[in-house]
């Protein structure tokens, strides 16, 4: 029974101490008054103008719903003329036929847009990627003669550390 009387004496000292334990109001958050709670969330200033007018928002979208609706109908018609799209087409098979009669000894590509101004070099100006453009050429030319039959490696550039990996023969 000790047990029982020291219990109570116990709780009591606890009590005792525990307003000492709280401190000062100030280590508290600061409660909000209702009237702060209860106040009207503030409209941001995009949306201004729809608080002040609200049917000045409803025909601004009933227009943008209107002019969707019409660009939604054109759509819906043919996208393009069939004798234009034809001859487009026809005209890029003739390239394509025309480019690949090429010889590729010949150089580069084609230049279909504007000519290349004077100021940028030409791979030939540089002796080692004229050999390197020769011997694609080279390649190139045996690939198509062979029939596509696989080619021999490329020689390895200067400094290549492992060929096998570059897929390169060693110089």
Not at 89 to 106: C, H, K, S, T
Not at 119 to 132: F, I, K
């Amino acid at each position: 029974m000790p047990m029982r009387a020291a219990l109570p004496r116990l709780c009591l000292a606890v009590l005792a101490l525990l307003p000492a334990a709280c401190g000062s109001d100030e280590s508290y958050p600061r409660l909000l008054p209702l009237s702060e709670l209860n106040t009207p969330p503030a409209i941001p200033a995009h949306a201004a103008d729809a608080a002040a007018d609200p049917e000045a928002v409803g025909e601004a979208l009933r227009a943008r719903r209107a002019e969707t609706a019409a660009r939604a109908a054109a759509a819906q018609g043919t996208v393009a003329d069939p004798t234009a799209l034809g001859a487009r087409a026809g005209a890029l098979r003739e390239r394509a036929e025309a480019l690949a009669r090429r010889d590729p000894a010949q150089g580069g590509a084609v230049s279909v847009s504007a000519p290349a101004s004077a100021s940028q070099a030409t791979p030939e100006t540089d002796p080692e990627t004229a050999a390197r453009a020769q011997a694609l050429r080279e390649r190139a030319r045996r690939m198509l003669e062979d029939g596509a039959a696989p080619a021999d490696l490329p020689p390895c550039p200067p400094g290549t550390a492992d060929p096998a990996a570059a897929g390169c023969l060693p110089r």
